[in-house]
């Protein structure tokens, strides 16, 4: 539930729920304050005030009829005693004045001496309060057969709706405060809790990365904009903490690099010097030996040089400024080409090369001609290093996926086990240990080749088994003949 909608209920409760429960206990304050009130003492409470509060209006609402209609019905005394005792029970008299002075006054009206008041009362209205408010007086003028004019009054004591209604009103207002107080203050600490408590999380969540804590999670199990947010924010902090422990692993990687360079540098070097200090002492005292040594020295640079070479590859691979020349490239072409001048370099007399593909057709992809070169060419000095078969054996072979090329360089080398097969494509790794040259090369040659392929889109891995050889498969994405990718 979103924040939006949770507040929107909330607002609706506080107006609701005080209202129902108003009602309530407005009902309940009602029916104990007037069960008696109507004076039957049977304690029905509303419905006995109301039956009484009607038959007080039939009352005069005959009264008022007979004084419109047949006024000398006021001179029957025997008249206005049955209507005075049907007044009498529900807390009403009459008073029936002729020429400004009392006729009639019934037993309720006298009992209370109200005959003064009626007599000094001096208004044209037909309603009227004294007595404080106390009474409600109906009055209705009648002129009788004899040519004589008068009034009839029609009283009602307030006095038990009044007496109870100091009660109930207070009560009634008192409860409605409380039932706003209370509902307000209940729902607000419930949504206001609903707020607080996930600032509270994501708040010592912040203080404990503030601290350097990144293993601390942030779990709000919620279905709302908090929620999103602590998702959010544990994500930022999976991000920060892998990205410190990526800088970390930098920081290793470029200290064993630098171990790396400075080991390989200093070996060449090494040699050099000693060559130079041979010559320098005399020891190289023939002409075939001075040459020896300046054959030595040259091969030595010539290492270095190939080493600094690799080196500047793949920085600016890894630092990507390295452009790639991609065009279309028909790879199977490319392969079957490739593999047919490789076959004329002299480092490949003893080498069965093979090239083969599951049909002849065209398989297009976007491709840099030069850095593809290096791909196949690094790959295959790699397995050319270590091959000590009598009969060494390379075979390429295409894969003509729906959607990517996929090349395999396999050799029969003696193959490489498995926790070395997952680093071989790492910068530097070598399965010597010793770093032993005539076995080991630069140690980045495979690492170019990752960094290539991955330029092209494409994936690489290695599959091998001990005795019988290592395979390198790397994929390219294929192309249509408009240019678009498959």
Aim: proline content about 3%; some cysteine; hydrophobic content about 40%.
């Amino acid at each position: 539930m979103s924040i939006k909608t949770r507040l929107l209920l909330s607002y609706m409760a506080m107006t609701l729920i005080p209202i129902v429960l108003f009602a309530l206990i407005a009902t309940t304050l009602v029916s104990a304050f007037y069960k008696d009130m109507a004076g039957t003492g049977d304690g029905e409470g509303i419905p006995a005030f109301w039956e009484t509060a009607n038959q007080r209006r039939d009352l005069i609402a005959g009264v008022k009829f007979m004084a419109q209609t047949d006024p000398n019905r006021f001179n029957d005394n025997e008249f206005l005693k049955g209507t005075d005792e049907q007044l009498d029970r529900v807390h009403s008299g009459l008073v029936v004045m002729k020429n400004n002075r009392v006729s009639y006054s019934s037993p309720f009206v006298s009992s209370l001496d109200l005959n003064t008041e009626i007599q000094d009362m001096q208004t044209s209205q037909t309603q009227n309060y004294w007595g404080k408010s106390r009474f409600s007086v109906e009055k209705y003028d009648i002129s009788l057969s004899n040519h004589t004019s008068g009034s009839v009054y029609v009283l009602s004591d307030l006095k038990p709706f009044y007496k109870e209604a100091k009660k109930f009103f207070p009560l009634l207002g008192l409860s409605l405060l409380l039932v706003i107080v209370l509902t307000n203050g209940v729902l607000t600490f419930l949504v206001s809790r609903s707020f607080i408590k996930p600032l509270y999380t994501l708040k010592h969540a912040a203080e404990q990365i503030k601290k350097g804590n990144l293993d601390h999670k942030v779990k709000l199990d919620r279905n709302d904009e908090f929620g999103e947010l602590g998702a959010s924010f544990e994500e930022m902090r999976a991000r920060l903490n892998e990205s410190i422990h990526l800088q970390l692993q930098y920081e290793e990687n470029r200290k064993e690099l630098i171990s790396n360079i400075s080991h390989d540098l200093k070996t060449p070097i090494t040699g050099i010097k000693a060559c130079v200090q041979g010559i320098q002492d005399g020891i190289a005292d023939k002409v075939s030996k001075r040459d020896k040594y300046m054959n030595m020295i040259a091969k030595k640079a010539d290492d270095m040089d190939h080493l600094i070479d690799e080196l500047m590859l793949y920085s600016k691979l890894d630092l990507r400024r390295l452009p790639f020349h991609l065009e279309p490239l028909d790879i199977h072409a490319y392969l079957r080409n490739y593999i047919e001048e490789l076959r004329l370099d002299p480092r490949m007399e003893e080498i069965k090369m093979t090239f083969s593909s599951g049909s002849d057709r065209q398989v297009l992809i976007m491709g840099d001609h030069e850095k593809l070169s290096r791909v196949i060419m690094n790959i295959i000095d790699n397995s050319l290093k270590y091959m000590n078969k009598a009969q060494k054996e390379i075979r390429v072979q295409l894969f003509d996926d729906e959607a990517k090329a996929t090349v395999r360089i396999q050799d029969n080398g003696p193959g490489i086990n498995r926790e070395e097969l997952l680093h071989i494509f790492n910068r530097f790794y070598r399965a010597d240990p010793s770093r032993n040259a005539n076995t080991g090369g630069t140690g980045i040659g495979l690492a170019i080749v990752k960094q290539i392929v991955e330029g092209h889109g494409g994936n690489v891995w290695a599959e091998s088994q001990i005795g019988e050889g290592t395979s390198v498969y790397f994929t390219l994405p294929k192309i249509n003949h408009e240019g678009e990718q498959e």
